[in-house]
């Protein structure tokens, strides 16, 4: 049997989201475009607009689909586009939102993806950074935490679909 050991509780979190935000607030104003990475980074993009908000901003949201993992704890190395880069970020700034970046692979191919489509300036963010396991070269601009070489399921992510509905992020073993 699967068990989940917990490594951030939800106020945590909630911490470190309200803290994420007010260094976006500071770096990134005017008119930007939100664009979550799904499906991971849908439950922090969520909490995150609500306090940009509260910071006053109010960026537009869009969402990127792209997969390396499937059912498996190890990156296959390859990223996948599921569906098409969003046609509104032409011609204007963007902060890309991930729940997680450890190869580094997903995150530099979506803000690659959107340069292509014309985006002005693309910033990125992550909740967890695994830097030990870095295989291309990236450096997220807003990193909520950094953590060891574990695997993490909940507040979104997920373990073959699995454990996205947890309300803080644990370890999985």
Known sequence: ??????????????????????EIAGAVSGDFA???????GFVFVADLIRV??????????EFMRVSSYGAAK?????VRLIGAVPEEVAGRAVLVVDDIVDTGRSLAYARDRLLEAGASKVWTCTLLDKPSRREVEFTADF????IEDVF?????????????HLPYIGIIE
């Open 74 to 78: 190890e990156s296959s190395g390859k």
């Open 143 to 146: 990193v909520g935490f950094v």
């Open 34 to 40: 939100i664009v979550a990475l799904l499906k991971g």
């Open 1 to 22: 049997m699967t068990s989940v050991t917990k490594l951030y509780d939800e106020d945590e979190i909630a911490r470190r989201v309200e803290e994420l935000a007010g």
């Open 152 to 164: 993490v399921v909940g507040y979104g992510i997920d373990f073959a679909e699995q454990y996205r």
């Open 52 to 61: 940009l908000g509260r910071h006053g901003l109010a960026p537009t949201v």
